[in-house]
């Protein structure tokens, strides 16, 4: 009997911005939440008994958000209520303090292609709610600063759905009728609608237990296909670790009986923290050496670690609005680098943090997207899960560290766990704990929650004897919205190293900028000296340096900061490869050749390190530097250095080569994995070289591969040398992991990454394989996401791959508009490109912007792109 019926679809008129200014404290909050799942895949019907309470003295009715929702019933206190609708609100009015409120839904799981709310993966039912999922489930008022406590009871199908999972501890199981039965689930810990989750489905558990710092025993528990239970002994490991770490190094200890992770092959993101139901993507959690690569290994212990860490940074600690986004997200990267750079080699975790921040946030700081950690407005939220928010938020963190020193960070987030457990806060009261436990002033540190775009620093050493002085300039570029700026505070650790003993002969300092410009002395300095600037990367800026000659040369081959000397190599290789692409000449190779065959025959440098230091800056990079670029040539002058170094160096490579082919196949560890990494970088440099060679050793290596790092790199090889070359080890490659969609997924990849403009067409037949589908999107990403992020291929001077990524994203956005959107920032790439191109790339974002019914996701990155 329905006395009620109301559908809601998502608003159609044009999208409007949503502003920090303008937040307001939640009129009603709703302390208890009882939730009934009636679970079905076609039609789930949700029960919601939620306790309001009037928050302040207003009149206001309570609102709650709700989308793609069928209300069956609607009750106040236990009587009916005709349901109001206004701007896709459900309002209910109310003339108490208090009420219980009550609204029964439909939902159609499996028909959800956005993967937001209630979704069907594989046959497993499982939800996503950040950060506006929730609203897809039941009417709520769906806001980060409205905590409840929750109470759930699922039920289902037992045969189809025998594992049922939510929040929290069990409470009840048992049967129930038509062959269906139920679990209870209650999590004592007040939390935000975004963190709410359940899961049904057919999984088996890998158990485990972890003792914590008090003596309190949890169960741990990864629950994954049957067949991929094999997989997820990387993934508890990298728990159990992570359970250690914060315990040691925040004295943050973990607070449920249970510990729950699930993983789902359609996932929007990498992972989710829910409250002790962590939902990932597959790719996070499965892998072992034969399938999966040495970087998707290390990839899955940080995700854990990022998602478990978020108990505290995220969940007990939690934000006020989405604005605040950065305060946990910057935290909780900052503290899963921490992580990994205790559990690995912290020189090389920090280069791949560098070079991640550099392809991924700078750029983004650069072009129309750019915009604080602590954005301003948006259209849409989910746009806003950026490499500026994450990555950037957690240099942020870490110069907080660096300025304050380690014993007062730590004081620091003692005092902010302590002071706001259980409550939702905004980046402000983090930066001010900061400052209490520390007694630091950072009123202009600040600037780096409200200033977007990368700083630039330019910095001259001078000396006249007997002393040196170092002259440093700052400039922040303008942003949309953002036309002046002020003076930031930058921590730089700096060295002085003798031009002639190659020693520090001035030890490392911290030195403040925070003016425009700003000299700094050094007293004693008696020798020539060369400047190691930014050591460690201690800030997040672009730093110029005035050289003297033969300066870039001696820091690279030996700074005493090893983070400095790879920065001073790559600063060495941009250098010449700017210098070739902008006069049209050939390159002047000799230092880059000089510097890359120091370093493969150092008997000091670590391998990992060696393969880092090789490695050519990327053409992204390279485009980024440049005024309207032209990516073809780019492409060609990059390529001759590659095909020089394999020439001139080609002993070289092939000694290191083969000594890295030493590698134990077995082993995970840190020397071996650099071996590989090694291994792979050597082996790309002596394809270039001698493409015949190179064919020959990378079949080889690819036919004796023992583990996925090596055959997926003797791949990649040889699909840059040609298809028919590689067709062999492709054929070989998908029949043999032809039931493992992760690997079919880098199947794809490698043949979308092929520089060149041939590769469209390869992208385009791959389109058409029965195993490509839109709907998943690693697959997606496999494919779209590797093509827009190569740019030879991408950039075809006939516009082509514009088009081609343009229908892409008008095709996605029907099923799933957040994985859609995800595709149009490389398309925003426009101003740095020359005007040919340029124009063509805007062709592509007014074709996307015609497209009727269009998501508020992509219309937000297409109109700001274009803008
Ligand atoms: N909060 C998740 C994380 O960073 C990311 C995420 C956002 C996942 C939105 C899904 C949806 O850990
Ligand atoms: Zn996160």
Not at 349 to 357: A, F, G, N
């Amino acid at each position: 009997m329905l006395d009620i019926r109301a559908s809601l679809d998502a608003p159609a008129a044009a999208p409007t911005a949503i502003r920090r200014e303008d937040y307001q404290a939640p009129d009603w909050l709703v302390p208890e939440v009882e939730l009934k799942f009636g679970l079905d895949p076609a039609r789930t019907v949700v029960t919601a008994r939620l306790t309001v309470k009037r928050n302040g003295g207003h009149d206001r009715p309570l609102e709650l958000d709700g989308e793609e929702l069928e209300l069956l019933s609607l009750k106040v206190d236990g009587e009916k209520r005709e349901a109001r609708f206004e701007d896709g609100r459900l309002v209910v009015d109310l003339t108490g303090a208090a009420a219980t409120v009550e609204t029964e839904v439909v939902i159609a799981p499996e028909k959800n292609s956005q993967l937001m709310g209630l979704y069907a993966s594989g046959g497993i039912l499982c939800t996503q709610c950040e950060a506006e999922g929730f609203r897809r489930i039941t009417f709520f008022p769906d806001r980060p600063d409205v905590l409840s406590r929750y109470r759930v009871r699922l039920e289902a199908d037992k045969a189809r759905f025998p594992v049922l999972l939510a929040n929290g501890n069990p409470v009840e199981e048992g049967e129930a009728e038509d062959g269906k039965h139920f679990a209870l689930w209650e999590d004592p810990f007040p939390k935000p609608c975004y963190l709410f989750a359940i899961v049904a489905g057919d999984l088996q558990c890998n158990a485990d237990r972890f003792t914590t710092m008090s003596g309190r025993e949890v169960e741990l528990g990864i629950w994954v296909r049957e067949a991929d239970l094999p997989k997820t002994r990387l993934a508890m490991q990298a728990l159990k670790d992570s359970m250690a770490w914060d315990e040691r190094t925040y004295g943050r200890e973990y607070d449920l009986d249970r510990f729950n992770i699930v993983a789902v092959s359609d996932f929007n993101f990498g992972a989710m923290e829910n409250k002790g139901l962590n939902i990932f993507n597959t790719r996070y959690v499965l892998a072992d050496p034969e399938t999966a690569s040495d970087g998707d290994i290390d990839a899955v212990a940080a995700v854990v670690a990022h998602e478990y860490f978020h108990n505290w940074s995220g969940n007990r600690v939690t934000c006020r609005d989405w604005f605040q986004l950065s305060l946990k997200e910057g935290l909780t990267v900052f503290r899963d680098q921490g992580f990994s750079e205790d559990m690995g080699s912290a020189a090389v975790q920090r280069i791949d943090q560098v070079r991640t921040l550099r392809a991924a946030q700078f750029p983004e700081d650069a072009g129309p997207l750019a915009h604080p950690i602590r954005p301003d407005s948006y259209m849409e939220i989910a746009n806003f899960y950026t490499a500026t928010v994450y990555n950037k938020g957690a240099e942020v963190i870490r110069m907080m560290r660096t300025i304050l020193g380690s014993e007062a960070y730590r004081k620091g987030t003692d005092l902010y766990f302590e002071r706001h457990d259980g409550q939702a806060v905004t980046c402000e009261d983090f930066v001010a704990c900061m400052e209490e436990a520390s007694g630091a002033d950072l009123r202009q540190f600040r600037l780096w929650y409200s200033q977007a775009g990368t700083p630039t620093v330019r910095a001259r050493l001078e000396q006249v004897d007997g002393g040196a002085t170092l002259h440093l300039a700052q400039e922040v570029p303008p942003t949309p919205g953002q036309p002046a700026k002020q003076p930031m505070a930058i921590p730089l650790k700096v060295a002085l190293i003798g031009a002639d003993s190659g020693r520090e002969i001035a030890g490392e300092r911290l030195v403040m900028l925070e003016r425009a410009e700003q000299s700094i002395s050094f007293a004693g300095i008696d020798e020539p000296a060369f400047l190691s600037i930014n050591r460690g990367f201690s800030a997040p800026v672009i730093v110029e340096a005035d050289r003297k000659p033969g300066e870039i040369e001696a820091l690279a081959a030996g700074d005493s900061d090893s983070f400095a000397r790879f920065e001073a190599g790559q600063e060495l290789m941009i250098r010449d490869l700017l210098a070739a692409i902008t006069s049209g000449g050939p390159v002047a190779t000799d230092a880059i050749l000089t510097a890359v065959g120091a370093t493969l025959r150092s008997q000091s440098l670590d391998p990992a390190f060696k393969a880092d230091a090789i490695a050519l800056p990327s053409e992204s990079l390279l485009t980024d530097k440049l005024d309207r670029a032209d990516p073809a040539r780019v492409h060609a002058v990059r390529e001759e250095v590659r095909r020089a170094i394999g020439n001139a160096l080609k002993d070289d490579l092939s000694r290191a080569y083969t000594q890295a082919s030493a590698a134990d196949p077995a082993s995970l560890s840190g020397a071996d994995k650099g071996l590989r990494r090694l291994r792979a970088a050597t082996l790309a440099l002596l394809a270039a070289g001698d493409p015949q060679f190179g064919a020959g050793l990378a079949q080889r290596q690819y036919d004796e591969a023992r583990t996925m790092t090596e055959r997926q790199s003797a791949l990649m090889v040889l699909a840059m040398l040609g298809p028919d070359i590689a067709a062999k080890a492709l054929d070989d490659f998908y029949a043999r992991f032809e039931d493992d969609p992760l690997v079919i997924d880098k199947w794809f990849a490698v043949q979308a990454s092929v520089p060149g403009e041939a590769t469209l067409a390869a992208v385009e037949r791959l389109q058409s394989q029965p195993a490509f589908t839109m709907s998943n999107p690693n697959r997606l990403r496999a494919l779209a996401g590797s093509f827009a992020g190569t740019p030879s291929a991408f950039h075809r001077a006939d516009g082509l791959g514009y088009d081609w990524l343009a229908e892409v994203i008008v095709a996605a956005d029907k099923l799933n508009p957040q994985t859609a959107a995800r595709f149009v920032a490389p398309l925003g790439r426009w101003r740095k490109i020359e005007e040919g191109r340029a124009a063509k790339m805007r062709g592509a974002l007014q074709r996307i912007l015609g497209e009727p019914g269009l998501s508020k996701d992509v219309f937000e990155l297409a109109s700001k792109s274009l803008g």
